[in-house]
């Protein structure tokens, strides 16, 4: 892979409002893929923490239910979790997400899926935080670089189903 | 009780910014009571619906720990939960609240105890919603109505144990 795929291979970070994370990223697989590997547990659990062991402990995929996932990584433990606002099938995913080492700091992601080709697919990510201090906490603790281990631990998998 | 006394007995709410409400409110009763009235599940469960039948599901009086309470009204069975960010005893509750009926619209609540004299005690409750819309959605719903029926039940429990 060439340094120019590689890079296209990163997701694009920007800062719509002083409040929110705007994330986007391409994935060389068809939408209903992508789809799947956000929303099956047996797959989410394959990328979602940056290729580390994750433990799916809750994942009630409807309005109102709760997820819980832990991350067994080589820095240690961390659990995640929050609740869906909203679940459009092929289209849309809103959700709360909050880290056990800051319980009660709450942000809301919409997470949006387009279809670019039939083998391509974009997933754009808004993060809404309550606070700007908040917003730029999370910017500061290194999030970019976990969350492009995950989309490559999520390029494999998607590679692998092919 | 005079129209006057009954009046400084509502809640005095006020919108600080356009993602907050304050309210302020006075209780007849020492700091240390109306703190254990706030954080003694059984004192809750006794004010805190209204007046109602609340079951306290669950609450872990910790930072990180999660609350749940069920309230069973003549209007129907309305959830309740969030988690604790902060507790100082005696001084101050953070903590978040979400409502089932519109789950992942999360607010944060800090709740601040001050005393006012050794047998009246103010209590400040700030709440931060993450968007307008949200906030003043909460104010349409009848809000502070409903708080204030609460606040008149805690007074009550308050002066019951007199």
């Known amino acids: 892979m060439s340094t120019a795929e590689q890079a296209a291979k990163l997701a694009v970070v920007t800062l719509p ?3 929110e994370i705007r994330i986007e990223r391409e994935f060389d697989a068809p939408l209903e893929r992508v789809w799947q590997a956000f929303t099956d547990p047996q797959l989410l659990a394959q990328w979602w923490g940056r290729g580390n062991k994750l433990v799916i402990e809750k994942f009630e995929l409807e309005r109102g239910g709760h997820w ?3 991350e067994h990584g ?7 979790e929050g609740r869906f606002r909203e679940i459009v099938p ?3 995913i809103v959700q709360t997400f909050e880290w056990d080492g800051m319980p009660a700091y709450v942000i809301v ?9 039939p083998d391509r697919t974009r997933v754009v990510s808004m993060s809404l935080f309550h606070t700007t ?3 730029d906490g999370m910017l500061a603790s290194g999030m970019e670089g976990g969350l492009n281990q995950s989309y490559a631990a999520l ?3 998607l590679a692998s189903q092919r």
Do not use: K
Not at 74 to 80: C, I, L, S
Not at 110 to 116: D, H, I, K, M, P
């Open 68 to 70: 819980r996932f832990v």
């Open 155 to 157: 390029d494999r998998l």
């Open 109 to 117: 992601d919409t997470a949006t899926f387009e279809r670019v080709g």
């Open 133 to 135: 201090e908040e917003r």
């Open 17 to 19: 409002t002083d409040r």
């Open 74 to 80: 080589p820095e240690g433990v961390h659990g995640f």
């Open 90 to 92: 092929h289209e849309r």
